[in-house]
């Protein structure tokens, strides 16, 4: 099988800084864009890794870009060190032992002030797909032309269910005490689609219009844009 990969990361039309940054096969992304195609190895090689994240710096918050891009680097060091033969409960393990290691220095560069970050994804690791998320941006798969999202939004929102409450009031994210982590393992089926997002895409365009350009992000960017882009917004397509 094939993987191919399209990212974008754009400051939109409202802020100064862009807040958000992408970490794709060792890249990062950020007011730039970057694609690239290989071969998924067939099992018994070498223990491929590929990791595709979004994280996306709180705004409300000071140095939501550094947040972010610690986030990214991290995570990519963290993939390019582990280990190639871990089982499943191993895998899930290490993810977490990072993600509570990385919150406590993240918490504690921020020197008494919040410095936060989303982070959302999938990380492939030999035959097994961890879909990872903390925080309101989403990861969304098409399969056999139905799409899905597969993350929950971590916003008071969407655990109250109330449509009044702010959209970025957040109760778990990089950066905040007790944060935590959602995992879930899945496999990779020939002609899965997968959409990374950060919430100035999902603020701006309806899921309907995610779905009808879900491997267009250059389309699904000027969408957001002509909506109003009044946040950062950032994009992973990914294609088996």
Request: charged share 25%; aromatic share 8%.
């Amino acid at each position: 099988m094939n993987l191919n990969y399209e990212a974008l990361s754009h400051v939109g039309l409202c802020r100064e800084v862009n807040q958000d940054m992408a970490m794709v096969m060792q890249q990062t992304i950020r007011d730039d864009t970057d694609s690239f195609s290989f071969e998924i190895p067939e099992e018994g090689e070498e223990t491929l890794k590929f990791a595709a994240i979004v994280c996306d710096g709180l705004g409300g918050h000071a140095k939501g870009e550094i947040a972010s891009e610690m986030a990214c680097e991290s995570f990519r060091d963290f993939v390019d060190k582990m280990e190639g033969d871990l089982d499943d409960n191993g895998l899930v393990m290490k993810i977490k032992q990072w993600f509570r290691s990385f919150n406590e220095s993240l918490i504690a560069s921020g020197h008494g002030e919040l410095t936060c970050t989303t982070l959302t994804g999938l990380l492939l690791y030999g035959e097994t797909l961890v879909i990872l998320n903390s925080g309101d941006s989403r990861t969304y798969r098409i399969r056999f032309g139905k799409m899905t999202r597969l993350t929950t939004d971590h916003s008071e929102r969407e655990r109250t269910g109330n449509p009044d409450a702010p959209s970025s009031q957040m109760y778990n994210c990089l950066g905040l005490p007790g944060a935590f982590i959602d995992l879930q393992l899945a496999r990779f089926v020939e002609g899965d689609r997968y959409l990374i997002c950060s919430d100035g895409l999902t603020d701006m365009v309806a899921e309907q219009d995610i779905e009808r350009f879900f491997g267009e992000p250059s389309r699904l960017l000027q969408l957001a844009l002509q909506a109003g882009g009044y946040d950062n917004v950032t994009i992973v397509s990914i294609k088996v």
